[in-house]
C-alpha cells in the first residue's frame, strides 16, 4: 500500500467494524508499529470504540471503561468469545482495499501485561497519548502478531516518487 507521503509508514483507512457493525470515523491514518505493544487511537475514537466494544462483548462480563482503557472485572480466559465479531480495520491507497482482521482472542490482554493481576482483562485498544491529532491510530505488535509487514522506500529511493510503500500479509 502506498503510504501518506514518504516522511512516515502512516496508510489511509476508511471504515472499521466490528463483526458487521461499522464504527465511522471518517478517514484515518494507521501507523503499523512493532515497537509499540497494543493498539492506540485518539481521545474521541477511544469512547466511541470502548462503548461499541463493551456492548458486543462484554453481554455476560462487566466491563469497567476508563478515559484511556477497557477492563473487564474477570480473567481473559473466562471472557467467552463471539466467534463472529472480529475487528476489520480496512486500509486503502489509490489501487486498492485491504482488510487488517483482528480477532476477537487477540484484543484481549491479560492484567500482568499492564502491571496488573491476571484476574483481570484487557482490550488491547487504548488511550493514545502519542496522537497530536484524532486522525492517527497506532497499530502494535500484539494486534498486528497475525500479520507480516513489509517496509519498502524503493518508490522514493529509487523513482523519486512522494510516498513509500508498506506491504502486509495475513
Given at each position: 500500500l502506498k503510504t501518506v507521503d514518504f516522511t512516515t509508514w502512516n496508510v489511509n483507512s476508511h471504515t472499521?467494524?466490528?463483526g458487521n457493525e461499522e464504527m465511522h470515523f471518517g478517514r484515518r491514518q494507521i501507523?503499523?508499529?512493532p515497537m509499540l505493544p497494543f493498539m492506540y487511537v485518539s481521545s474521541n475514537d477511544f469512547i466511541t470504540i470502548a462503548e461499541k466494544l463493551s456492548v458486543i462483548i462484554s453481554i455476560n462480563t462487566e466491563v469497567r471503561i476508563h478515559i484511556e482503557l477497557?477492563?473487564?472485572k474477570r480473567p481473559c480466559r473466562d471472557i467467552i468469545p463471539i466467534t463472529d465479531k472480529?475487528?476489520?480495520i480496512t486500509l486503502f491507497d489509490d489501487w486498492s482495499d485491504y482488510d487488517i482482521v483482528i480477532e476477537q482472542?487477540?484484543?484481549l490482554i491479560p492484567g500482568s501485561n499492564v502491571g496488573e493481576s491476571d484476574?483481570?482483562?484487557f482490550i488491547a485498544i487504548f488511550r493514545s497519548w502519542r496522537t497530536k491529532?484524532?486522525?492517527i491510530w497506532y497499530l502494535g505488535n500484539s494486534i498486528m502478531k497475525r500479520h507480516y509487514i513489509i517496509y519498502d522506500m524503493s518508490p522514493y529511493d529509487e523513482r523519486g516518487q512522494n510516498y513509500i510503500q508498506v506491504?502486509?500479509?495475513s
Open positions: 472499521s467494524k466490528f501507523e503499523m508499529d477497557m477492563q473487564f472480529a475487528l476489520t482472542a487477540d484484543l484476574d483481570v482483562c491529532s484524532d486522525d506491504g502486509i500479509v
